[in-house]
């Protein structure tokens, strides 16, 4: 008998099917096994996807340097006024010391209530150049972004977010209107396209909102606004001087990401300042992409594990289910051996058996595989009609996550499958061939 | 005339929870070919280990046992199994067919171990069930058949091989006697057609329809009687 001929596999499925409900538990072993790989796998690509496509949306070739406020036991030996963060001293030094640096971009942001008539809305009041736009990802709805003429010239002028807009202007085309920001007036000149926020990365980078934004040129907010905050909080004042909020650094090469922000770092930590009160942070969107692909790395095989697992979970159900099988057929093994059957015959006849089983698991479990995002859209979709509430309470990385089937676990998982069928069935194979013909034949 | 096989001071010792059982003490026979020989005898006579070593299923402590012109003594397992494939025709007691598969393909299984089936192995199957009478069964499964069509069925299968002989381990007991005397017409006609065969029976009127009673006791040959004419 040979193992590629078409009659000892159907040998193999006939033997199966005189007992159809014993076989089909024992491939469901496997059909879960092979599955679940694939399922895991595929929700582990998808979460990592969007993690992956949040930074990228940062610039792989970006270096962005925020201020940051010092701890409180700095900031209450500083008495009322605590100055802190990057300078426009510390935006000259960079960009005229370190040549690697294409462009840089300033950013100062303040929270303020803009007022039009009679509507108010608190948001972000944010100082920056052109280039934020494209450094942003931001879109034009209506009108144009500022421009470097708006800059240098220190106009009243801004550009709305898509919501401020809405809620400003719930009637009125907002284009050459003037909002209030506290006494001075701006003019419109742009409307954005809505963006969704950005979720927070880790702990190194906070979870930015665009929909409350208004933009002015730098130059201008530093002009009317000037670098003092004053806030009241529970009675009493408090101030801030903080020159620049961000400064996003355009890097000429990726590969110079790296060494870039090390020298960033260095030129910073050179001013007394900074030194000791630690009032600033350098992002590396390049190096939370490093951090997530080992992490991402780290999370498939984990979960590859726990696939693998239910797996083996499988194979152990395979073995138990042919070790009864054979002890049921002595009686033929023995028939077989003495009609000629080599104990190598008995083996493949057993083998292809438990292939066969494996086999039907692990294609039913890839087809299952292939099923998971449109499962996971279709669970989504049940959740978000007949349970809102608990939908509403996932956390926005699962709520948006669409898992992508990787292709290699289909492979991976049928390989592994079949040779769990293979390893499994081997054993009771060999017991099988092992026996006496003489006592098999004798066997009840 | 050629043999279809020779045994010489044949001995065949088991070890049972220690101790050595004798089960043949120096058997020695010639089966001519075209023989139909009956081997008798009591429980414990050593006439099963006498068949299994007929069969191959066993190898003797000493002396030689000779299939056609081979010595299959010191044949390994392997090598056995190929003789049995090719040299053997087995029919047993309770008929020992595969119940998943149907007529047809049980008569087929010793030609599965030896090399791959064609055209003409089909036919020769099909020529053989029709012999034997199943012509109308060839695609029934086991349990849909009666006992005695069960052993026509054996019988068929043991005669694909085109064995040195046929070798019948108690072929008509489990079989009512009506039954019993059609298996045995069948047995001595295919001997009358030139065909060798072996019966291991410890019933008389089944011995009386062969022209050599062997009978076996302790492990020896008690008599070995030869009748020119069969009733």
Redesign the interface.
């Known amino acids: ?2 193992f590629f ?1 078409l ?1 000892t596999w159907q ?1 193999g499925v ?2 199966l099917l ?1 007992h159809p409900l014993r076989s089909l538990l024992t491939v469901l072993g496997i059909f879960i096994g092979v599955a679940s790989v694939i399922w895991l796998l595929a929700i582990g690509e998808g979460i990592s996807r969007k993690a992956r496509e949040q930074i990228e949306g940062l610039g792989a070739d970006n270096i962005i340097v925020r201020s940051n406020k010092p701890p409180s036991e700095v900031a209450e030996k500083s008495g009322r006024l605590l100055a802190y963060g990057i300078t426009r001293e510390d935006y000259q030094r960079l960009v005229n010391t370190i040549p690697t640096i294409r462009s840089a971009l300033p950013i100062r942001e303040i929270r303020r209530r803009f007022g039009f008539g009679p509507h108010l809305v608190d948001g972000r009041l944010v100082g920056c150049t052109p280039e934020y736009m494209d450094v942003t990802r931001l879109e034009v709805d209506r009108g144009r972004f500022l421009t470097d003429v708006e800059v240098s010239g220190k106009q009243n002028h801004c550009v709305l977010a898509a919501e401020v807009a809405e809620r400003l202007f719930p009637l009125d085309d907002p284009l050459g209107k003037s909002i209030h920001v506290e006494e001075a007036y701006y003019v419109v000149v742009g409307v954005m396209k809505p963006k969704t926020a950005t979720a927070a990365i880790g702990g190194s980078f906070a979870a930015q909102e665009f929909s409350n934004d208004v933009y002015v040129p730098i130059a201008t907010l530093q002009a009317r606004i000037g670098d003092l905050v004053v806030t009241r909080r529970s009675g009493s004042f408090e101030a801030e001087q903080v020159e620049l909020s961000q400064i996003t650094l355009r890097i000429d090469k990726v590969d110079n990401v790296r060494e870039t922000a090390r020298l960033v770092e260095e030129t910073l930590r050179r001013v007394p300042t900074h030194r000791t009160n630690r009032d600033f942070a350098i992002v590396v969107p390049y190096e939370l992409l490093e951090q997530a692909r080992t992490t991402r790395l780290m999370f498939m095989v984990f979960m590859g594990v726990i696939a693998a697992i239910s797996l083996v979970v499988g194979g152990i159900g395979i073995m138990n289910i042919m070790l009864a099988t054979v002890t049921e057929r002595t ?2 093994i ?10 190598r ?1 008995i083996v493949r006849q057993f083998l292809i058996e438990t292939i066969v089983l494996s086999a039907v698991g692990g294609v039913t479990g890839v087809l299952a595989g292939l099923a998971c995002p449109a499962v996971i859209g279709w669970i989504w979709y049940l959740l978000d009609k007949y349970l809102p509430k608990v939908m509403a309470q996932l956390p926005d990385v699962i709520k948006s996550m669409e898992p992508a089937v990787v292709p290699e676990s289909i492979p991976l998982a049928f390989g592994i499958a079949v040779s769990i069928g293979v390893v499994f069935g081997l054993y009771p194979a060999m017991r099988a061939a092992s026996m006496d ?2 006592e098999a ?1 004798r066997h009840e | 005339m050629s043999l279809a096989a020779r045994l010489t001071e044949v001995t065949k010792d088991y070890v049972l929870g220690g101790e050595t059982v004798h089960a043949l003490r120096g058997v020695s026979m010639d089966v001519p070919e075209g023989d139909f020989v009956a081997i008798m005898g009591a429980s414990g006579s050593g006439k099963s280990t006498l068949l299994n070593l007929l069969g191959c299923l066993d190898r003797p402590t000493s002396g030689a046992l000779f299939l056609g012109d081979d010595d299959v003594s010191r044949l390994d397992d392997d090598q056995l199994s190929e003789i049995r494939a090719s040299r053997i025709g087995f029919i047993f007691q309770s008929f020992n067919l595969i119940p998943q598969l149907t007529v047809l393909e049980n008569i087929e299984v010793p030609l599965h171990y030896q090399r791959r089936i064609g055209q003409k192995d089909r036919r020769r199957c099909r020529e053989l069930a029709e012999m034997v009478g199943l012509q109308d069964r060839v695609k029934h499964r086991p349990t849909q058949l009666s006992g005695g069509q069960q052993q026509r069925v054996a019988i068929a299968r043991s005669l694909v091989n085109d064995p040195y002989f046929v070798l019948a381990d108690e072929p008509t007991g489990n079989l009512d006697s009506v039954t019993t005397k059609e298996i045995l017409e069948l047995l001595v006609r295919l001997n009358r057609e030139g065909k060798t065969i072996i019966i291991v029976t410890h019933e008389s009127d089944v011995g009386a329809r062969a022209r050599r009673i062997v009978r076996l006791m302790d492990g020896r040959v008690l008599s070995d009687e030869r009748r020119e004419e069969v009733p």
């Open positions: 008998m040979s001929s009659r040998l006939k033997s005189l009686r033929e023995g028939i077989r051996r003495a009609l000629g059957a080599k104990r015959d013909p003489i034949l």
